[in-house]
C-alpha cells in the first residue's frame, strides 16, 4: 500500500460520523448474511438423549437433523418448553428471535395484525407474520441485491469505458452507439413488461438492472481514463516499452478509481431503493418474500396499524442515513485535489 493510500483510508478514519457509520453497516450486511442463526423459527441446537442436531442449515427432510426424518418438522418453540418440563437433561437452544419470516402467528381470541409485544417485538403484519423477522430478512434481501447489481455494473462499466478510453477510434465510435441505443431503454418500463410475461425474481431482477445500469459507470470511466491517457507518465511509461496491460492495469485504473469509488455508497443507496420501489408497486419480488417494500405498501393500507409502516421507515431511514455518512466521507477522504496535484 502506497503512501498516497494510506493517507487517504487514514482520513477517512479521521471522518468519524463515515467511518462508525461503515463499521456498523458492514457488521449489519455480516450478520444478515447469518440471520438464520438469529431470527428464526428452527432451533440453534437441539440437545437430546446425549446427540447434538443443528437445524438451522440442515435441509428439510434430509434424515440429518431433529425432527427431520418425517413429512412434518417439530415447533422447536414448543418441544423447548417440553424438555424444560420433563427437566431430564434434553434443551433446545433458539434463536434469539424464535420467529420465521414466513410463519404465521395465531393468538386465540385475537386477528392480526398484532401490535407489539413480548411475543413479537415489533407486532406482526396482516397475515400474524412477525414484523421484526420480516424487516431482517428485508434488509438481506434489499443489501445483496444492491450489492450484486454494484459489482456487475462496476465491472462491466469500468472494462468497457476502459477499453473506449484507452483504444479509441472504432471502439470508441462503436461503444458510443451501442450505449446511446441501450440507455434509450426505460428500465421500470421493461421490468414491468418481464414481470408480467415471466415469474419474477431475484435472478430475473438482477439482470434487468445489470443489463441497463452499467452504462453510466461506462461514461465515466471513458472520460477519466481519456484524461489519464494524456498524462506525462502515460506517454513516458508507453516509451520505456510498456504495454497495454500493464498500462491500464499498473497506471489508468489506480488513477481513475479514486472518482469511482466515491459512487459506490450512493450507488448502493440506488439499488436499495429501486427494489424496494418494485415491491411496493407490485412489480417485485413475488409474496410472501421478505421485502420492505411490500411491508411499506402493507403499512401504507393499514394506518391503524401504524407499528408496521413505522418500522419498515425506520429501519430504511436508519440504513440509508449511513450510506449517506459513508458516501459523504468517501468522497472527502477520496479527493483527488486534496493530496495530488496534476500537470
Known amino acids: ?40 423459527n428452527r432451533a440453534v441446537m437441539v440437545h437430546y438423549n446425549g ?27 414448543d418441544l423447548k418448553q417440553h424438555f424444560q418440563e420433563e427437566n431430564n437433561g434434553n434443551y433446545v437452544i433458539m434463536p434469539v428471535i424464535p420467529w420465521g419470516a414466513y410463519e404465521t402467528d395465531s393468538i386465540p381470541g385475537q386477528f392480526p395484525p398484532y401490535p407489539p409485544s413480548q ?27 444492491s450489492l450484486i447489481v ?45 414481470s408480467s410475461v415471466l415469474q419474477p425474481s431475484f435472478t430475473l431482477f438482477v439482470f434487468i438492472v445489470v443489463l441497463l445500469g452499467w452504462l453510466s459507470k461506462t461514461w465515466v ?9 494524456g498524462r506525462d507518465y502515460i506517454l513516458a511509461s508507453r516509451v520505456l516499452g510498456a504495454g497495454s496491460p500493464r498500462v491500464i492495469f499498473s497506471h489508468v485504473l489506480p488513477n481513475i478509481l479514486s472518482t469511482l469509488i466515491t459512487m459506490v455508497p450512493f450507488d448502493l443507496i440506488a439499488g ?12 417485485g419480488l ?16 393499514n394506518l391503524e396499524s401504524i407499528w408496521i409502516v413505522s418500522s419498515v ?16 466521507a468517501i468522497r472527502e477522504a477520496f479527493d483527488p485535489r486534496k493530496y495530488t496535484y496534476y500537470r
Open 1 to 40: 500500500m502506497n503512501s498516497l493510500t494510506k493517507k487517504k483510508l487514514q482520513r477517512f478514519r479521521s471522518i468519524k460520523l463515515g467511518y462508525y457509520s461503515f463499521i456498523v453497516l458492514t457488521v449489519a450486511v455480516v450478520l444478515s448474511l447469518f440471520a438464520e442463526l438469529f431470527v428464526n
Open 51 to 77: 446427540q447434538y442436531y443443528f437445524p438451522t442449515y440442515t435441509a428439510v427432510n434430509s434424515g440429518r437433523a431433529f425432527g427431520l426424518d418425517y413429512d412434518y418438522e417439530v415447533n422447536y418453540r
Open 119 to 145: 411475543r413479537h417485538l415489533l407486532g406482526t403484519d396482516g397475515t400474524g407474520r412477525d414484523l421484526l423477522a420480516r424487516v431482517v430478512y428485508g434488509f438481506r434481501v434489499c443489501i445483496l441485491f
Open 150 to 194: 454494484m459489482f456487475f455494473n462496476y465491472l462491466l462499466g469500468i472494462t468497457v469505458g476502459c477499453m473506449m478510453g484507452y483504444f479509441g477510434g472504432l471502439t470508441d465510435l462503436v461503444g458510443q452507439r451501442v450505449i446511446e441505443i441501450l440507455s434509450q431503454v426505460p428500465m421500470l418500463y421493461v421490468i414491468m413488461i418481464l
Open 221 to 229: 470511466t471513458r472520460a477519466q481514463t481519456y484524461r489519464e491517457m
Open 272 to 283: 436499495i431503493s429501486l427494489l424496494t420501489s418494485l415491491d411496493y408497486l407490485g412489480f
Open 286 to 301: 413475488p409474496a410472501p418474500t421478505p421485502s420492505w417494500g411490500a411491508l411499506l405498501r402493507e403499512g401504507t393500507e
Open 313 to 328: 421507515t425506520i429501519a430504511m431511514i436508519v440504513v440509508l442515513v449511513m450510506v449517506s455518512f459513508i458516501g459523504e
